[in-house]
C-alpha cells in the first residue's frame, strides 16, 4: 500500500510483528554529547527478494507506530517509496562470531533494496508461514506419535534394570 503525505510523496509501509523491531535504542551522541534513540528493524527468515534470503539483516526506521489493522502486538513502518533502504548485518566467522576489522569494529555487510520489495516480499513471507501452519495435523496422527514416543520409552525385557537408588528400597 503506497500513501501519497502532504508533500506528495509516495509512502509504502510495512508491518512486522513486534519482536522484530527494538524502539527507543538510547545513545549518547558522540560530537554533541546529546541523548538520542533510535529505531531497529530485524527483518525475518524467510523475506526472500531477488531470491535472496534477508532474514536477520537490520535498518534503523525513523518512525515505528503500532499497526492501525493488525493489532498491538504488531508495528508499522513508513518508508519513503522513492529512497532505498539500506540493509546491514554484521560479517560473521564460520563459528558465528562477528568478524572485526582493522579499526576493531564489526565488519558489516550493506544492501540497498527499495521498500516495496521489502513489502512484497513480507507479505509472501507471512502468506508462506499460514500456508504451512494452516491445516491442524488430525488428531489420529497425534496419537500414532505418542505410542511411537512412549514404545520407545518402554523398557525392554533384555535390558537390565536401572539400580536402585540408596534409600529407596
Known amino acids: 500500500m503506497a500513501d501519497t503525505n502532504h508533500e506528495g510523496r509516495q509512502r509504502v509501509y510495512l508491518t512486522v510483528h513486534e519482536n522484530f ?11 554533541s554529547g546529546e541523548e538520542r534513540s533510535f529505531n531497529l528493524v530485524t527483518l525475518p527468515m524467510g523475506t526472500v527478494v531477488d531470491g535472496e534470503d534477508l532474514g536477520g539483516w537490520q535498518f534503523s526506521a525513523l518512525f515505528v507506530d503500532e499497526s492501525r489493522f493488525k493489532g498491538e502486538h504488531w508495528r508499522d513502518i513508513p518508508l519513503l ?22 579499526n576493531g569494529r564489526n565488519q558489516v555487510e550493506t ?33 500414532q506419535d505418542a505410542r511411537a514416543c512412549s514404545e520407545a520409552m518402554r523398557p525392554c525385557a533384555g535390558d537390565p534394570q536401572p539400580e536402585a537408588v540408596r534409600g529407596e528400597q
Open 21 to 31: 523491531v527494538r524502539e527507543d535504542i538510547h545513545y549518547q551522541d558522540w560530537k
Open 111 to 143: 544492501r540497498k533494496v527499495p521498500p516495496q520489495a521489502i513489502k512484497e516480499a513480507l507479505i509472501e513471507s507471512r502468506r508462506r508461514w499460514a500456508e504451512l501452519h494452516q491445516a491442524p495435523r488430525p488428531l489420529a496422527e497425534h496419537a
Open 81 to 102: 517509496a522513492d529512497r532505498e533502504v539500506w540493509l546491514r548485518r554484521s560479517v560473521l566467522d564460520a563459528d558465528g562470531n562477528p568478524i572485526p576489522d582493522e
